[in-house]
């Protein structure tokens, strides 16, 4: 690799480092207006509501192992989740003999005004941008993303 095709590297690897930042930080955001005014709610509960919200019902074990979290974490949280009217247990679709965990409607509006209000946020930084230049950028991370 010659000296300036590794500085463009360099260079596109630090503006990569800095989109993670800024999404984590957009994330811990909406994680902490999900948990706002609910004493016992941890923000990372916003982590098995949202992945409840795009994946369905499902066993606590199940969840766990998509999430990358520990089972017991994962179980305090829905704990909590239930605790706050937020998800609740019921029969697993799959398997009556066994539990999952699923959105109540109250859970759904909450995590739909977050997730909203996380959207607004993208949609501001890219106000700037020209469609074209958002069709270009969209192309490119989608070349990245499928490596």
């Given at each position: 690799?010659?000296?300036t095709r590794e500085?463009?590297?360099?260079q596109?690897?630090?503006?990569?480092?800095?989109?993670f930042a800024?999404?984590r930080?957009?994330?811990n955001?909406?994680?902490?207006?999900?948990?706002?005014?609910?004493?016992?709610l941890?923000?990372a509960?916003?982590h098995?509501a949202?992945?409840?919200?795009s994946?369905g019902?499902?066993?606590s074990?199940?969840?766990?192992r998509?999430?990358?979290?520990?089972?017991?974490?994962?179980s305090?949280l829905?704990?909590?989740?239930?605790?706050a009217?937020?998800?609740?247990?019921?029969?697993h679709?799959?398997?009556?003999r066994?539990?999952a965990?699923?959105l109540?409607?109250v859970?759904?509006?909450?995590?739909t005004?977050?997730?909203?209000?996380?959207?607004?946020?993208?949609?501001?930084r890219?106000e700037?941008f020209?469609?074209?230049?958002?069709?270009?950028?969209?192309?490119?991370?989608?070349?990245?993303?499928?490596?």
């Amino acid at each position: 690799m010659n000296r300036t095709r590794e500085q463009l590297v360099t260079q596109v690897g630090a503006e990569i480092g800095a989109l993670f930042a800024g999404a984590r930080a957009v994330t811990n955001r909406a994680a902490a207006a999900f948990a706002q005014d609910q004493p016992g709610l941890r923000p990372a509960a916003f982590h098995v509501a949202r992945w409840l919200h795009s994946f369905g019902p499902a066993r606590s074990t199940e969840i766990a192992r998509s999430l990358g979290m520990d089972k017991a974490a994962v179980s305090r949280l829905v704990a909590e989740l239930v605790s706050a009217g937020i998800a609740e247990k019921r029969d697993h679709p799959d398997d009556a003999r066994s539990l999952a965990v699923a959105l109540t409607r109250v859970g759904e509006k909450r995590l739909t005004r977050v997730l909203a209000a996380k959207g607004a946020e993208l949609a501001h930084r890219l106000e700037a941008f020209e469609d074209g230049e958002l069709t270009t950028l969209a192309l490119l991370l989608h070349r990245l993303n499928e490596r």
